[in-house]
Structures are given as C-alpha cells and as structure tokens.
C-alpha cells in the first residue's frame, strides 16, 4: 500500500509553465500521490491552475496551501472551492491561513485586525454553506442575516478544511474548526506537542480524538552531493526566519532555538541573504540541530528515510516540494517516496 504524500507546486506560472507542471502532476498523480497544493501571493491566483489540474486529472486531490482568508469573502470562498470540488467529482481541499498584515494591508488593502478570530469565522461559514444550510451567522466580524443559501448541490456536504498555524492560538483554533493542521518548518522532536495542542481545541469544540490530522510542508532537498544539498536546505528556513516577518522566528524561538534565531537574525541585518538563499554567516549561526530538526537533504535514499520518520513521529500526511528534473527521474523520485 503507497505511502501518503502530498505535493506543492508553487505559485502558477504563465500557459506554457503550467502545461509542463501539469504533466509533472500527472506523473504524480499515477505513481500514487494523494495531493497537490498551490500557493499565491500578489502574482497569478491559484484557482485557475487548480482549475486546469481538475480538468486534466481524475485522482489527485486538489487543494490550496494556502489561500488567505482576507481578501475574498467567506461566500466567495465556499463558492469557490464547492464549484472547483464539482470540477473535480469531489477532490478539492480547503487550505486556508491568515497570511500576514504586510500583504493584507497593502496589496489586497484590508486592516489585519482580529486574524484569529477572521479565521475561525470564515472556516465556520463556509462549512454552512458547503452543508447546504441556509446561513444566519452572527460573529464578531461577520454578520449575515438574511439567510443566502448555495445556489447549487455541493458534491459533498462538508470539503476539508486544513488550516496553516505555527502559533499557540492559531493551533487551538485550528483543533476547533479543522479537519487538518498544516505547520512549516516546524521542528521534528516537536511533531507531538503540536498534535497536543492542536488537540486541545479539539477538546475545547467537544470534537472527537484525531479529528484533526497532521498535513506538514516538509523543506526536501534531494542531491547526491550533500554538502550542497546541506546549503540548499538551509536557504528557506534562512529567509524566513531573517526577513518573513515574526510568526516563523517567534515559533522556532518557542520551540527551543531562541539563541539560534537571535544569532540569524543580527547575521542576517550585517550580512542580508538573497531570497530563499543562506550564507556563510547565517549558517553558522544556525547551527546543525536546527536545521536536522527542520529540513531533510542528502541523497533519495537518506530523504524518503527522514519523510518516514517524520511520520512516525505524528505527520499524516508529509508535503515535499514537486521534484525537478525530467521525468523519469520525477517518477523516480516520488514512486520511492510514497513506496
């Protein structure tokens, strides 16, 4: 029986791009992956590769990873995705996260206020909606009285929902309204305590143990020559931590590396790294525990051991990014990964 694995892909790329991701996809989806996420920020939106991946596929879920919740409404949301889950014969997932207020507030020009509480909201209006109910909602934020309802029949009465947290409350929201906790860069040793907290929104919500399961973005990189797959590996977990805000920095300081963040972050104020790169500095700074806990590198026997051990410490379902190269060696790769 295959293993569960997930895919992402990235932000959608111009025609030509996405005819040659979506024969990627496809490779993918018969070697026996079970998902494929997209992403956006302020370029091409993800709907309409998510679109084009339905209409060429038949297995592979479909989901976003992630869509912030600013910027379309609740109601745009479940349209959306109850119409993409039609396109799909019922494949979509619903990966929703806040993102953050530099975007929100200018690009898509909404205040970031209350995100959590935005969150949750629209997690609970769009499972109204996907049921079929007509919607009275009475929250903090939105208030909806008129009682709209969905014009068509869903395919399916709820669509999963996976929410991206890294931070305490998030997680507990996540555990309230969830069907899946989607973290990144999260520490490998602290797999279980992120479940436990999850789980405790699940207690709070009066939900069933395991309501939610674990959808983790794992950082892989796959290359023979490891001192430069050790370098590459380290390029994400360097940006983000130097110059992605404070959720990333903030999580991984709570998550037993403070010295390491504070030595990152004044490393990368005198020495700036370019995007999703590290240097000489900010690896030193780093250090080896962190980035073992937080990326896997090497060749494809040593990363399909480190995806396995992630999930025997708590992931359900592992997310590598989709491989490069031709693709022979793109089966290759994910046919070992999920074998």
Same mark, same amino acid.
């Given at each position: 029986m295959a293993r569960r694995l997930g895919v992402s892909v990235g932000f959608t790329g111009n @025609?030509?791009?996405? /005819?040659?991701?979506?024969?990627?996809?496809?490779?993918?989806?018969?070697?026996?992956?079970?998902?494929?996420?997209?992403?956006?920020?302020?370029?091409?939106?993800?709907f309409s590769l998510l679109t084009q991946i339905a209409l060429q596929t038949s297995k592979i879920k479909l989901g976003t990873g992630i869509a912030p919740v600013f910027g379309r409404s609740p109601a745009v949301l479940a349209m959306t995705f109850a119409t993409l889950d039609e396109l799909s014969g019922g494949r979509a997932i619903i990966g929703l996260g806040t993102s953050g207020a530099r975007v929100i507030e200018h690009w898509h020009g909404q205040a970031f206020e209350k995100p959590l509480q935005h969150l949750k909201e629209t997690c609970e209006i769009i499972n109204l909606i996907i049921a079929g109910e007509k919607v009275f909602y009475d929250g903090e934020i939105f208030k909806l009285q008129r009682g709209f309802k969905l014009l068509f029949n869903p395919v399916r009465n709820h669509i999963?929902? !996976?929410?991206?947290?890294i931070a305490p409350k998030s997680m507990e929201i996540c555990g309230?309204?969830?069907?899946?906790?989607? @973290?990144? !860069?999260?520490?490998?040793?602290?797999?279980?305590?992120?479940?436990?907290?999850?789980?405790?929104?699940?207690?709070?919500?009066?939900?069933?143990? =395991?309501?939610?399961?674990?959808?983790?973005?794992?950082?892989?990189?796959?290359?023979?020559?490891?001192?430069?797959?050790k370098r590459t590996a380290?390029?994400?977990?360097?940006? !983000?931590?130097t110059n992605m805000g404070d959720f990333y920095h903030r999580m991984l300081s709570r998550n037993g590396f403070p010295a390491e963040v504070e030595a990152? /972050?004044?490393?990368?104020?005198?020495?700036r790294p370019m995007p999703f790169q590290t240097n000489d500095e900010i690896m030193a700074a780093m250090g080896d525990r962190m980035l073992e806990e937080t990326a896997i590198w090497g060749d494809l026997e040593t990363v399909a051991a480190g995806i396995e051990e992630r999930r025997k410490l708590g992931?359900?379902? @592992?997310?590598? =990014?989709?491989?490069?190269?031709? @693709?022979?060696?793109?089966? /290759?790769?994910? =046919?070992?990964?999920?074998?």
């Open positions: @025609p030509e791009q996405n /005819r040659e991701l979506i024969k990627r996809i496809k490779i993918a989806e018969e070697v026996g992956v079970e998902a494929v996420f997209t992403a956006e920020t302020w370029g091409r939106d993800q999963p929902i !996976y929410i991206a947290s309230e309204v969830a069907d899946g906790w989607m @973290p990144v !860069y999260w520490p490998k040793s602290k797999f279980k305590e992120g479940l436990e907290a999850v789980a405790k929104g699940s207690q709070k919500a009066n939900r069933p143990a =395991g309501a939610v399961e674990c959808v983790a973005s794992l950082t892989t990189v796959i290359d023979d020559d490891v001192a430069k797959a380290a390029g994400p977990i360097s940006w !983000y931590v990152m /972050r004044k490393a990368g104020e005198e020495h992931v359900d379902l @592992p997310i590598v =990014g989709m491989p490069q190269g031709d @693709p022979a060696r793109v089966e /290759r790769v994910l =046919g070992t990964l999920v074998s």
